[in-house]
């Protein structure tokens, strides 16, 4: 038989991602350069995309090229001692290079697709697919900073997909040149190349039933199935005993019993 998916290579990481630059929206550009500070809210991963390129001179090994695109919310504190939520964008890039060892045939299908002619599917490669599963991060740090001058590109604005723009229901700013702020973020993930093999599993031949079950045919008292139920004492009556939690004795030497 053939499994659909091998995992080769599993890389699990723990990511700290600091000073990442944080892109808001363009109607708190005024609140975020009043502000006295910024503190740490929550994040919402939007998207992962994925690249997966051979690496030269290095057969079997793949370079896999990640690139996140985080929803962040802030709290900004301003003259009053109320925050105010500001929500914006951050991206960060990853690269991880794993084996994911070699593959030259040409696979064709004859897949169905719904609604569509029932033809062959363009031929592929049996090279590696990269898989990225990723959590929410975590806000570790928020912090605003005056800067001197104006730096020579911001192109994280100019890469970003335009379903990715969409989730934030209007247009992101790059921000005021002399102030901007950087967000620390904790992130788990893990990333793994698959791709298709060929597995030997034991086949066995078709068991045909020789019992027959007589459960539901009806030539059974249904009064002679309740008999044998056995009363549920339990339903009517609390427990003899009760189980103490296992925290019991820990929680007594603190007084708290």
């Given at each position: 038989m053939r499994s659909k998916y091998i995992k080769y290579v599993i890389s699990s990481d723990k990511d700290c991602i600091e000073d990442l630059r944080f892109y808001p929206k363009l109607q708190y550009v005024d609140i975020i350069n009043r502000a006295l500070s910024v503190?740490?809210?929550?994040?919402?991963?939007?998207y992962v995309y994925v690249d997966v390129e051979p690496v030269s001179f290095?057969?079997?090994?793949?370079?896999?090229?990640?690139?996140?695109?985080?929803?962040?919310?802030?709290?900004?504190?301003?003259?009053?001692?109320?925050?105010?939520s500001v929500e914006g964008l951050c991206v960060f890039d990853k690269r991880a290079i794993l084996f994911g060892s070699e593959g030259n045939a040409k696979i064709f299908s004859s897949e169905l697709r719904t609604g569509e002619p029932d033809l062959q599917l363009m031929s592929r490669s049996n090279l590696p697919v990269a898989v990225v599963e990723a959590v929410d991060p975590i806000v570790l740090d928020a912090r605003i900073m005056d800067c001197c001058g104006k730096r020579d590109c911001d192109c994280d604005l100019c890469e970003v997909p335009s379903f990715v723009n969409s989730c934030f229901d209007g247009e992101l700013?790059?921000?005021?040149?002399?102030?901007?702020?950087?967000?620390?973020?904790?992130?788990?993930?893990?990333?793994?190349?698959?791709?298709?093999?060929?597995?030997?599993?034991?086949?066995?031949?078709?068991?045909?039933?020789?019992?027959?079950?007589?459960?539901?045919?009806?030539?059974?008292?249904?009064?002679?199935?309740?008999?044998?139920?056995?009363?549920?004492?339990?339903?009517?009556?609390?427990?003899?005993?009760v189980q103490k939690p296992e925290n019991y004795h820990d929680c007594c030497s603190r007084g708290c019993c």
């Open positions: 503190k740490g809210g929550s994040a919402k991963l939007l290095n057969r079997g090994f793949y370079t896999v090229d990640m690139r996140f695109f985080y929803s962040v919310t802030l709290q900004a504190y301003l003259s009053c001692p109320a925050p105010v700013s790059s921000g005021d040149d002399s102030r901007r702020i950087y967000v620390t973020l904790g992130q788990f993930s893990i990333v793994r190349l698959e791709r298709d093999s060929q597995l030997l599993t034991p086949v066995y031949d078709y068991c045909v039933p020789d019992k027959e079950c007589a459960c539901g045919s009806g030539t059974e008292d249904p009064c002679g199935i309740f008999r044998n139920i056995a009363f549920p004492v339990g339903e009517f009556f609390p427990p003899n005993t």
